[in-house]
C-alpha cells in the first residue's frame, strides 16, 4: 500500500540527528529517517528481529530536508525512510520489510514472513488488512487526537467518532482471530504482528485510546506480547533519546 503525504504527516515526529558514532558505520545497509516515524520504526523493528547490522541516517522533517533535490532523487515523494543495501534502493515500510526478510532470510527471527508459501500468503493477507483496515482510521485518529491539539486547530470530534467506531469494528475481527490463533498469521510472531507496532504506540501512548485494545480480552492479551518484544523496546529507546527538533 502506498503510504500517502497526509498519512505520513500523521506519522512522523521530528527527533535530533542520531549520535552516529554509536551505530555501525560499516554497515551497507542505510536507513533514511527520525526513529518516531512510524514507518521508520516498522522497519527499524524488522532489522532488529533479523538481526541485521545497520546505519540510521537523520532527515530533518521540521527543516524539510526530505524535500530536498538530493533527497528526492532517493525517494521522488518526499517521504521516508528511504532504505539502502548497497546498490538497491527501496522506499515504503513494507516492502522493505519483505525485502529485508527475503535477503536475510537465514538470519535472526528465521519465522518472521514464513518459510512456505501458504505461511507467508497468510503474513501478506494480515499485513493487507493492516494496511488497508486497521492503518487508515488509526492514522485519522492520531492526527486528530496527537498532532491536532499541537498544531493549535480544533479537533473534528465526529471524525473521532467515526474512526474509533471503524477502527473498533476491524479489532472486533481481530479479537475473534486472536480466539484462535496466538498472533494474526498463526502461533508464531510475524511481520503481520510487527507491522501494527508503529501506529498502535500513537495510539496508546500519544493518543490515550489503549481501551481500544485492552476492553478485548485477546488483543489486549495480544498487545501486551508484541509491545514487549526486546526489539521493539530497543526501537523504543532510540525513540525516547531524541528530544524534539526545531526548525
Same mark, same amino acid.
Given at each position: 500500500?502506498?503510504?500517502?503525504?497526509?498519512?505520513?504527516?500523521?506519522?512522523?515526529?521530528?527527533?535530533?540527528? $542520531?549520535?552516529?558514532?554509536?551505530?555501525?558505520?560499516?554497515?551497507? @545497509?542505510?536507513? #533514511?529517517?527520525?526513529?518516531?516515524?512510524?514507518?521508520?520504526?516498522?522497519?527499524?523493528?524488522?532489522?532488529?528481529?533479523?538481526? @541485521?547490522?545497520?546505519?540510521?541516517?537523520?532527515? =530533518?522533517?521540521? +527543516?524539510?530536508?526530505?524535500?530536498?533535490?538530493? #533527497?528526492?532523487?532517493?525517494?521522488?515523494?518526499?517521504?521516508?525512510?528511504?532504505?539502502?543495501?548497497?546498490?538497491?534502493?527501496?522506499?515504503?515500510?513494507?516492502?522493505?520489510?519483505?525485502?529485508?526478510?527475503?535477503? #536475510?532470510?537465514?538470519?535472526?527471527?528465521?519465522?518472521?514472513?514464513?518459510?512456505?508459501?501458504? *505461511?507467508?500468503?497468510?503474513?501478506?493477507?494480515?499485513?493487507?488488512?493492516?494496511?488497508?483496515?486497521?492503518?487508515?482510521?488509526?492514522?485519522?485518529?492520531?492526527?486528530?487526537?496527537?498532532? @491536532?491539539? +499541537?498544531?493549535? $486547530? /480544533?479537533?473534528?470530534?465526529?471524525?473521532?467518532?467515526? =474512526? &474509533? *467506531?471503524?477502527?473498533?469494528?476491524?479489532?472486533?475481527?481481530?479479537?475473534?482471530?486472536?480466539?484462535?490463533? +496466538?498472533?494474526?498469521?498463526?502461533?508464531?510472531?510475524?511481520?503481520?504482528?510487527?507491522?501494527?507496532?508503529?501506529?498502535? +504506540? #500513537?495510539? @496508546?501512548?500519544?493518543?490515550?485510546?489503549?481501551?481500544?485494545?485492552?476492553?478485548?480480552?485477546?488483543?489486549?492479551?495480544?498487545?501486551?506480547?508484541?509491545?514487549?518484544? &526486546?526489539?521493539?523496546?530497543?526501537? =523504543?529507546?532510540? /525513540?525516547?533519546?531524541?528530544?524534539?527538533? =526545531?526548525?
Amino acid at each position: 500500500m502506498v503510504e500517502n503525504e497526509t498519512q505520513k504527516q500523521t506519522e512522523q515526529e521530528i527527533s535530533n540527528p $542520531i549520535n552516529l558514532s554509536i551505530l555501525p558505520m560499516t554497515s551497507t @545497509v542505510k536507513v #533514511y529517517g527520525p526513529p518516531n516515524s512510524a514507518a521508520v520504526s516498522r522497519v527499524l523493528a524488522c532489522l532488529l528481529e533479523k538481526d @541485521v547490522q545497520f546505519q540510521l541516517i537523520p532527515i =530533518n522533517l521540521v +527543516r524539510g530536508e526530505q524535500k530536498k533535490p538530493d #533527497y528526492l532523487k532517493l525517494q521522488p515523494f518526499g517521504q521516508v525512510p528511504v532504505f539502502q543495501d548497497e546498490s538497491i534502493t527501496l522506499f515504503e515500510s513494507r516492502a522493505i520489510c519483505r525485502y529485508v526478510c527475503d535477503k #536475510y532470510a537465514n538470519q535472526g527471527n528465521k519465522r518472521l514472513f514464513g518459510t512456505n508459501p501458504l *505461511e507467508k500468503a497468510s503474513i501478506d493477507q494480515w499485513l493487507e488488512v493492516e494496511g488497508q483496515n486497521f492503518y487508515p482510521p488509526t492514522s485519522v485518529l492520531v492526527f486528530q487526537l496527537a498532532f @491536532v491539539p +499541537r498544531m493549535k $486547530i /480544533q479537533q473534528d470530534e465526529n471524525l473521532i467518532k467515526q =474512526n &474509533e *467506531e471503524k477502527l473498533g469494528k476491524v479489532l472486533d475481527v481481530y479479537e475473534n482471530r486472536l480466539g484462535e490463533s +496466538r498472533y494474526l498469521a498463526g502461533d508464531e510472531f510475524t511481520l503481520a504482528d510487527l507491522s501494527h507496532l508503529p501506529m498502535s +504506540r #500513537y495510539l @496508546v501512548n500519544a493518543c490515550g485510546r489503549g481501551e481500544l485494545f485492552t476492553s478485548r480480552k485477546n488483543v489486549g492479551r495480544w498487545w501486551d506480547e508484541i509491545s514487549t518484544r &526486546e526489539t521493539w523496546k530497543k526501537v =523504543n529507546e532510540m /525513540q525516547n533519546s531524541q528530544p524534539r527538533q =526545531n526548525a
